[in-house]
Each structure stands twice: as C-alpha cells, then as structure tokens.
C-alpha cells in the first residue's frame, strides 16, 4: 500500500512551459519535504513544510515554488523550466523534523 | 569539509563477502543518523536508523561515533540483492533537515 504518491511517475515538458507535480501522503505526517536529485548526486533538498508553515532552502531558485493546500497534499510549481531542471523530483513526509522521512517513488522531469 | 562524506566506491565484492562503508558528518550538533538505499532510478528507502549503542538487523550493523563523528554501515553475507546506493544521512542544524551524502555504490557479483 503506497504512503507516499507522486504523479505523474515520468513528465515531459517544454522549455519555459510551467509544470506542476504532486504528492500525496497516507501517513497524515505533519511535514512534507520536496527534493530533486540529479545523476549520481545526493539527493537537493528544495523546501519544506512543517504543517502549514513554508522553507525554502537558501539556494532554491525562485522558479521553484510550493504549494501544500492541507496535510495530505503537496505541490511542487516549476514556473519556467530550464534544460538544467531536468531531473528526478522526490517528495518525502515525516512526523516531525528529526525524524526518518518516507520518499515517494519520484517524478522523473524532462525538459526538452 | 563537506556536511556529509562517503566514499563513493564502487565497491565490488563477491557473493557471501563483508562489507563497511564509512561516513563523516560536519555537524557536531546533528541528532539523527540514517542509512538509506537507493536502487538505480528508484527513491531512497530507509535502510536502518542509526543509535548511539550501535544497532544491528540480521546482516547489517550500523556503528555511530559522536567525538570522530563517524558512522559506519557493515554488511555480513553479502547477497547480490544488496547492490545499491548506500546513502548516509544525518539530521542537523536549527531546522534539523536531512543531509544526504553522495552515497557509496556496492556491486555484489556471483
């Protein structure tokens, strides 16, 4: 049974045409973590929400944007998609900071 | 001194084989410490939490040492299913996020 869901799993777009992925969450864990991680690299932690309240990650461009409508929902807004964005996104949640946090199987971006 | 270090290998080793990865972290006021794997094209899983006493799951013990600030992750009876991404993970900070290291690359050959 799948805890944390994202969709789409593989998203093609275009250069500068914005896109949104989602993430769901079963596990009503009060925060939820977005993370892009590109070939042979750790995973980049891009912002998160501890329940309502938003981080950002000081080196997150400002083409990245987030959206968390209530607890179980979480969405990641890429406004103007560049070819260096393309990557795997991850959403993560864990019941309070400290932690373990739970991924979800990732959205694969490509920007073309 | 990067926040969260490992040796990215790869390590190739042999069916029934041990083997140790090791991780440095920066943060000497970090709390929480993890071992993830993660599958080629595939998310991090939680492998194991790590404890200051040590803690071991069947093949796998996890070692943490707090004045080096050190963590190791052994592997006893190597089996092919264990080739991975092996990803060291500390919590640390004032927003206490995670910190990922590279991740050390096993390959477990027959």
């Known amino acids: 049974d799948a805890m944390v869901i994202q969709n789409p799993r593989y998203q093609v777009t275009q250069f500068g045409k914005p896109v949104t992925l989602s993430c769901s969450q079963t596990l009503n864990h009060n925060v939820m973590y977005w993370y892009q991680q590109k070939s042979s690299q750790a995973p980049k932690l891009l912002f998160h929400?501890?329940?309502?309240?938003?981080?950002n990650e000081a080196d997150t461009p400002d083409n990245f944007q987030s959206r968390r409508p209530n607890t179980s929902f979480c969405f990641l807004d890429i406004r103007s998609p560049g070819l260096g964005d393309a990557a795997m996104y991850l959403c993560a949640t864990s019941n309070g900071q400290l932690q373990t946090q739970y991924f979800g199987p990732g959205t694969r971006l490509l920007v073309l | 001194r990067k926040e969260v270090e490992q040796d990215p290998g790869p390590f190739n080793v042999p069916e029934g084989a041990t083997v140790a990865f090791n991780c440095t972290y920066s943060?000497?006021?970090?709390?929480?410490f993890f071992w993830y794997r993660q599958d080629c094209r595939k998310e991090p899983k939680l492998l194991m939490s790590?404890?200051?006493s040590g803690n071991e799951d069947g093949r796998f013990t996890a070692q943490l040492n707090r004045a080096s600030q050190y963590i190791s992750l052994l592997i006893r009876d190597s089996k092919l299913s264990d080739s991975a991404t092996y990803l060291c993970v500390v919590n640390g900070g004032s927003q206490g996020n995670l910190i990922f290291g590279k991740g050390t690359k096993l390959s477990v050959k027959p």
């Open positions: 943060n000497s006021a970090s709390q929480s």
């Open positions: 929400y501890y329940d309502k309240d938003f981080n």
């Open positions: 790590v404890y200051s």
